[in-house]
């Protein structure tokens, strides 16, 4: 993959727009999980420090796209974050505030890219007035590279000089270890639905070793697989897609599990064979735990993609902690992604433990699946 890198461009002097994802969550006001914001802070960095200066633009939400600010859906409460973390003030403009200054400031931030008509359509006209903005474009949202959007893809194409971030180029070096390494490759995916997740399950058994399956999903396998899955959370329209999924060797569905006729309600452990029409499965057994114990263990690299079992409730959390904790003591190289992923991983304390974290959902599992990310492709084009 050729695309510029930052420190292939001189900054000095010039004048730089970042494009970072700080679609962070918000409540009354105050920013709840800064990672996105820390994460993105090395590029913000070495920009200021380059002796350029920095315009920061990002999107927040799904506001209405119409040019009218929304309060709900300003970056001012990420403003107040980063200028804690960045210890200097930063001011806030909407885009045709900044287009009217003779000159920027040091560093400043452009209001939510959401609220500019044609950011989604990656209009023409928008992409043109954001990359007039400066003499190089920084592209280092990785989570939002997924989506072909004027701030992300179209500027590019106008830009007189665009390069990755920090950002982007780590995490597409770390996932892409998954897909490279891939013989001794495993991968765990848990979550609800198997409608969301069937195309990465198809792509990523064609590359890695194992692909293990917890969660609404292997209960939609059992299922097809023509046990009695009683009140379990399944997909009945995806159960023909699921017997197709299970002829492959390499797709693992543990078959020792914990039932419950409710979630409130402490569970049992079953196998797959004797399940009750009133219960529901909830989580991995110790049995299958032990079965799967020396895939993990042995993987040369895990990707980890959704909790295994219903880990909000504190009944049936053990499951998904417990893989984690094998994940996070295999010798392989642990990259984890998907919001519920890393909730899952912190409650289960081992969020710090694993090798690479990505700040992003659906452009994750957009890359994972093998699909191209639009701004990638514009970065790529750029240099060819
Ligand atoms: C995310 O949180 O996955 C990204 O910020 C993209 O947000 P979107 O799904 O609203 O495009």
Redesign the pocket.
């Known amino acids: 993959m050729r695309y510029k890198r930052l420190n292939e461009i001189s900054l000095s002097e010039k004048s730089v727009l970042l494009r970072l994802?700080l679609?962070t969550p918000i409540e009354a006001g105050v920013v709840t999980n800064q990672e996105r914001i820390i994460r993105s802070l090395p590029t913000v960095n070495f920009i200021l420090e380059s002796g350029a200066r920095l315009i920061i633009m990002s999107h927040l939400g799904?506001p209405e796209e119409n040019n009218m600010f929304q309060e709900e859906f300003s970056l001012a409460p990420v403003v107040k974050e980063m200028e804690g973390l960045l210890n200097m003030q930063i001011p806030l403009y909407s885009l045709s505030e900044i287009e009217s200054l003779d000159q920027v400031d040091h560093i400043s931030i452009i209001e939510n890219t959401r609220f500019n008509i044609g950011e989604k359509n990656n209009d023409i006209e928008l992409s043109k007035r954001l990359a007039a903005l400066a003499d190089v474009f920084v592209m280092d949202a990785f989570?939002?590279s997924h989506?072909a959007h004027a701030s992300t893809t179209g500027v590019i194409t106008f830009s007189n000089d665009a390069c990755a971030g920090f950002l982007l180029d780590e995490e597409l070096t770390a996932l892409s270890k998954v897909k490279e390494n891939a013989k001794s490759s495993i991968a765990v995916l848990g979550g609800a639905k198997i409608s969301t997740k069937l195309s990465l399950i198809d792509s990523l058994s064609k590359t890695v070793d194992k692909v293990i399956l917890g969660g609404g999903i292997a209960n939609t396998c059992l299922a097809a697989k023509g046990y009695e899955v009683g009140k379990s959370l399944i997909e009945d329209s995806m159960l023909e897609e699921a017997k197709e999924l299970i002829k492959n060797p390499k797709i693992i569905i543990p078959e020792s599990v914990i039932v419950s006729i409710s979630a409130d309600e402490p569970g049992r452990i079953a196998s797959a064979s004797s399940i009750q029409e009133n219960e529901a499965i909830f989580d991995i057994a110790p049995a299958s735990l032990v079965d799967l114990e020396p895939i993990i263990m042995n993987a040369g690299t895990i990707l980890w993609n959704g909790p295994i079992g219903f880990f909000e409730k504190e009944n049936f959390f053990a499951g998904t902690a417990m893989i984690a904790e094998m994940i996070i003591s295999s010798k392989g190289f642990s990259v984890a992604g998907g919001g519920d992923t890393i909730s899952a991983a912190e409650k289960a304390g081992v969020l710090d433990s694993l090798d690479y974290v990505s700040t992003?959902?659906?452009?994750f599992l957009e890359f994972m699946e093998g699909k191209k990310l639009p701004a990638l492709e514009a970065l790529i084009d750029k240099v060819n």
Do not use: S
Request: cysteine-free; hydrophobic content about 30%.
């Open positions: 994802d679609n799904r989570a939002t989506r992003a959902g659906g452009a």
